[in-house]
């Protein structure tokens, strides 16, 4: 059964600490794995890896996927209140992506 | 905002009734998908539909069903609704009919439904 797994379920941080998300995949004809950042409301995008061994970038966030260990990891430098939220991992195959559970993150200042 | 627009926002009914959720997709996007977000089951995908054709189908009930109309919006019809219904409906939309090669997809708010 195709799976994702995140960890931690959550997690309570500092502002200016860096943290590092996981996620671990089981996904049949695996293709490409997304990250999801959902506040209130709707999961915003953020990355998009298809490719192993190369990070992508956006501003403190960056992540990076290992095809050969199935996993990827977000990590949030210098965190900030504005970055609580729930951090979503899916993994895609065909047209369905598989999300996991899900990270709670919660940045106190 | 994603340019994803779902209504209603919040619904309330009783059991054994049916709703119907409305979303209408990004300017451009031939895709439509379905999730559901339960506090126990997490984001779970029902259905995807292209360009008015069923494309891809998950874990959607019997008792669910939607469609896609011709000009591009998608509505889920929710029947016999029990109380393990209640979640959060999420639209999202995309440009091609599948995710791979870019293809992100845009998620809308969101349809609470509370069911009672």
């Known amino acids: 059964e195709d799976k994702v797994v995140q960890s931690p379920l959550s997690l309570v941080v500092h502002e200016g600490d860096t943290v590092t998300l996981n996620c671990s995949y089981e996904v049949t004809n695996f293709r490409s794995l997304l990250w999801y950042k959902q506040e209130k409301k709707a999961p915003t995008f953020l990355f998009m890896l298809t490719s192993s061994g190369i990070e992508k970038k956006s501003g403190r966030l960056s992540s990076i996927l290992d095809k050969k260990e199935l996993f990827s990891i977000l990590n949030i430098t210098a965190t900030q209140t504005g970055d609580s939220a729930i951090y979503l991992c899916?993994?895609?195959?065909?047209?369905?992506?598989?999300f996991g559970a899900g990270t709670i993150l919660r940045v106190k200042s | 905002d994603s340019g994803v627009t779902q209504t209603p926002k919040h619904l309330i009914t009783a059991t054994g009734q049916r709703v119907t959720l409305r979303c209408s997709p990004r300017?451009?996007?031939?895709?439509v998908y379905w999730y559901q977000q339960s506090l126990d089951q997490g984001l779970q995908f029902l259905i995807q539909y292209y360009n008015g054709e069923e494309r891809a189908k998950g874990n959607i009930l019997e008792r669910f069903s939607a469609q896609q109309f011709p000009d591009l919006h998608s509505e889920l019809n929710l029947s016999s609704l029990e109380l393990g219904d209640s979640a959060l409906y999420f639209c999202?939309?995309?440009?091609?009919?599948?995710?791979?090669?870019?293809?992100?997809?845009?998620f809308g708010e969101g349809s609470w439904l509370t069911v009672v």
């Open positions: 899916a993994g895609e195959y065909g047209n369905k992506l598989v």
């Open positions: 999202a939309s995309s440009v091609g009919g599948r995710i791979f090669s870019g293809n992100t997809i845009y």
């Open positions: 300017s451009g996007d031939l895709s």
